[in-house]
């Protein structure tokens, strides 16, 4: 494999690391478009070719897995944008699912091994790269990964609502028994269905990619940790969500991912910025609508928040409203808890009460007791008139139907007296 090339890919922006592949494998492997499956932060899906050719799908490339080994190269016949056509398939199982990078190809033409081995190299390498990016999940890469699900996420529903009402009421015509010519009415029954099946796989295949279970994320952090443990004398004990712990919980894998490698910095911290630490305990579990995570450890007991702070770990869960404490205790160890939460934090309640004016607020505070309007004009020297104008206002102001609600109102935010 030429370094000098994987180096030139890696480099370049992600939105053209397809584009870069496809110039560095066009002399050994021609082939007239690529297109590409993977975890990538940018945008799983990727797809590069002549303009005249029909793009490939995500399902296409779904369909291949079923056919491919678990890693190295592959090729043979596939169809594509519905097309039988030769391809070459790259897969790198340095993520998970396993990345695809499928060629494809103007004939059959076998290409030799030797070419082969290398192009799914550097295929490896550059899939080892942008997992490093995932992983690590810095607030840019972060961004554009939320950005890039969101999108993802609008088109499937929009596709889903208009495909899935006109398939469902197709299938309601054709299936009427009065029609004529069985016959075509079974063969569109047959496409209406095969479409809504596609729809639906796809929808599934895209989740797939942006959501995980919590205990798989467990073990994916788990795996990663027992590499960076490899060598040095420190135990690691694992404490893998169980069902109550929500290890079936399904989460966004920008927030697992944003856990994940905040606790793998913070086991470079105890590491590195103490003294003698000889074994580190990891906790994972769901707590209500937050993913909270622990890390102990029993060395001296020095971790600051400093030491996470240099390796931007406030940084780091700030796009999402996550937060790390630390506590340690000299000659005791130290115990840091991130909680990063699921979804994105709820709006605060506005007040509804400043609508109000100050005489308001005062015969909202007498309703709020029970009291009658004569007993309110008493107690605030005003008519029995007034009394009436201002809970009528009141009403209209905080949009409810009685007195009743009014007053519970001005007992939830504090204007009973």
């Not at 007498?366 to 309110?376: F, P």
């Not at 007195?403 to 109102?409: K, N, P, S, W």
Request: glycine share 8%.
């Amino acid at each position: 494999m030429d370094l000098q090339k994987a180096a030139q890919v890696i480099q370049a922006p992600l939105g053209e690391t397809l584009s870069q592949l496809s110039a560095v494998f066009a002399e050994d492997i021609p082939h007239q478009a690529i297109a590409e499956l993977s975890n990538c932060s940018f945008a799983p899906f990727k797809f590069r070719g002549e303009a005249r050719r029909p793009s490939v799908t995500i399902t296409d490339l779904a369909a291949l897995q079923a056919v491919l080994p678990s890693k190295g190269p592959w090729q043979g016949r596939a169809v594509m944008a519905g097309v039988d056509v030769p391809v070459v398939v790259l897969v790198s199982d340095l993520s998970v699912p396993s990345a695809l990078l499928v060629l494809l190809r103007a004939d059959d033409t076998p290409v030799p091994q030797e070419v082969l081995e290398p192009a799914n190299a550097l295929w490896d390498v550059v899939t080892a790269h942008m997992e490093g990016m995932r992983n690590e999940a810095v607030p840019a890469t972060l961004a554009v990964s939320r950005a890039a699900a969101a999108a993802r996420a609008v088109a499937i529903s929009d596709l889903s609502d208009a495909y899935g009402a006109s398939l469902t009421a197709l299938l309601g015509v054709l299936r009427d028994r009065d029609g004529d010519d069985s016959a075509v009415r079974s063969r569109a029954v047959d496409l209406a269905v095969t479409a809504l099946v596609e729809l639906r796989a796809r929808a599934d295949l895209d989740r797939a990619q942006t959501e995980e279970r919590a205990g798989d994320a467990f073990e994916r952090l788990a795996e990663s940790l027992r590499r960076v443990l490899r060598g040095r004398d420190v135990r690691l004990d694992l404490g893998p969500p169980g069902a109550e712990e929500g290890a079936d919980r399904v989460v966004p894998t920008e927030i697992s991912s944003t856990a994940a490698a905040v606790v793998r910095s913070t086991v470079h911290a105890m590491l590195d910025d103490q003294g003698s630490v000889g074994r580190v305990h990891i906790g994972w579990k769901i707590v209500g609508a937050v993913l909270r995570a622990t890390v102990r450890d029993d060395g001296p007991g020095t971790l600051s928040c400093g030491s996470l702070d240099q390796r931007r770990v406030p940084e780091r869960l700030g796009p999402l409203g996550g937060r790390v404490e630390v506590d340690a205790v000299p000659g005791w160890g130290a115990t840091v808890t991130i909680e990063v939460p699921l979804g994105p934090r709820e709006a605060p309640r506005e007040d509804p009460l400043t609508v109000l004016g100050a005489r308001e607020l005062e015969v909202l505070g007498q309703l709020a007791r029970g009291r009658r309007n004569r007993e309110i004009a008493g107690e605030l020297h005003i008519s029995e008139s007034t009394v009436k104008f201002h809970v009528a206002k009141i009403l209209e102001k905080l949009g409810v139907g009685s007195r009743g609600e009014a007053a519970a109102l001005a007992h939830e935010w504090g204007a009973a007296r």
